[in-house]
């Protein structure tokens, strides 16, 4: 008997600001990714979304998409602190979701410096105008990073031709243990130098300083990279579990890069076309087990601040989701969802904190309502009640709610 469960997550497609934003990200207030969207191009149509009940989780028709009644669907809202890919599909695989704290790295150096010698590192210590950041082992630098939102995140960063990734790992994990920022990121390339590292150093707002990421050309050639996020243990999430109880799990996309998956199949990929192909691959493929896809290009379009970009990528995801469709089996169960927005038309080109769509397709299912629930977390934890094995660290299973059991 074939059976998957598939979860196909339209990176930052939000459907209204949470009750919360006005105190989580003061100026989201007012935002919602699918009424900008329509507000620009009001004549798009999705087929496949609207009779998966898009418009009916949204709570409004537009011109060309109608409630469909036979839909099943739902909102989530988001529990982890702000609005998130990384910690968005943490939450989606079961986690619970800690607050994060903002220290510029700093205030953080000497701590840091402290557990790595311990662990017997070698330490350097960079200061420059009243700042601090390491090197570690002569080719990693830890330092604040430049990118994300100011003392949320920090980099390690090590030229691979002198430092094997695994060494670059075992040193962000020592960091990640003494620090409370939302973020340890661990990255390099081959083909660059320590001096391209240096030229890369960068300050900003005269208290964060670190390797400016494409400056330092880690992303030229032999690219990785690894998240490493506050409070999250792979071992309580939905893919550790049910690869240890046997069952197959793929993860394709950029979840494929933010989310532990040891003993499945992780997939990076970015071009949806190509992304959703491989998704249908992979439901043919697989006997029994769980697919998670993300479709990272809408929250390329959202950053961009693009709504006809945004149209365009839910085009082709649609025709993907129609696709997997034809695949399915009557034991198969498809969600798709989202992790948080990403408005284009809000004024700013971050990720927005709003609400987002869950709609359900299992053959034969009809007409039910989730709610909103409170948490991405309650798709993991369905995702591993319909395998029956252990269930996540958080969230409630709506199978057994719905008859999928």
């Not at 209204?16 to 149509?45: F, Q, Y």
């Not at 896809?293 to 950053?303: C, P």
């Amino acid at each position: 008997m074939r059976k998957r469960f598939i979860v196909i997550v339209l990176d930052g497609f939000g459907i209204g600001a949470m009750k919360d934003a006005h105190i989580v990200r003061p100026g989201d207030e007012t935002a919602n990714t699918l009424e900008s969207i329509l507000k620009d191009c009001p004549d798009m149509k999705l087929p496949v979304l609207e009779r998966l009940g898009l418009m009916n989780a949204y709570g409004r028709e537009s011109r060309n998409m109608k409630f469909s009644p036979a839909a099943n669907f739902g909102r989530c809202e988001l529990m982890h602190y702000g609005a998130d890919t990384f910690m968005g599909h943490q939450e989606i695989m079961g986690t619970l979701p800690k607050k994060p704290e903002a220290h510029p790295f700093l205030e953080k150096a000497e701590e840091v410096k402290r557990h790595l010698i311990q662990n017997g590192h070698e330490v350097r210590v960079i200061e420059k105008q009243g700042l601090k950041y390491l090197l570690v082992d002569q080719y990693a630098t830890v330092a604040d990073n430049l990118e994300a939102d100011p003392g949320m995140c920090y980099n390690v960063t090590a030229p691979l031709d002198f430092m094997p990734f695994d060494k670059e790992m075992e040193i962000a994990r020592l960091v990640r243990e003494v620090v409370t920022v939302g973020r340890v990121i661990v990255f390099g390339g081959t083909g660059n130098t320590m001096d391209d590292l240096w030229n890369a150093e960068e300050i900003k707002l005269g208290k964060y300083i670190g390797i400016a990421s494409a400056k330092s050309r880690s992303y030229e050639h032999g690219y990785q990279c690894r998240h490493l996020g506050y409070g999250v243990d792979k071992n309580v999430q939905a893919p550790t579990i049910l690869t240890n109880a046997g069952f197959d799990c793929t993860l394709i996309g950029k979840v494929a890069d933010i989310v532990a998956n040891d003993g499945g199949a992780s997939i990076s990929c970015v071009p949806t076309e190509e992304v959703m192909r491989l998704t249908v691959q992979a439901v043919k493929s697989m006997e029994e087990g769980f697919i998670c896809t993300n479709v990272q290009e809408t929250d390329l379009a959202g950053h961009s601040q693009s709504a006809a970009a945004y149209r365009e990528i839910l085009e082709i995801a649609d025709q993907g989701i129609g696709a997997v469709l034809e695949e399915m089996t009557a034991e198969d169960i498809l969600v798709v969802m989202a992790d948080h927005g990403n408005d284009p038309d809000i004024g700013h080109s971050r990720h927005t904190r709003e609400c987002v769509p869950l709609l359900i397709y299992k053959r034969g299912m009809s007409g039910c309502e989730t709610g909103t629930r409170k948490t991405l977390s309650d798709v993991g934890a369905s995702v591993c009640a319909c395998f029956g094995v252990k269930s996540p660290q958080n969230g409630t299973s709506f199978m057994t709610d719905f008859s999928l059991l």
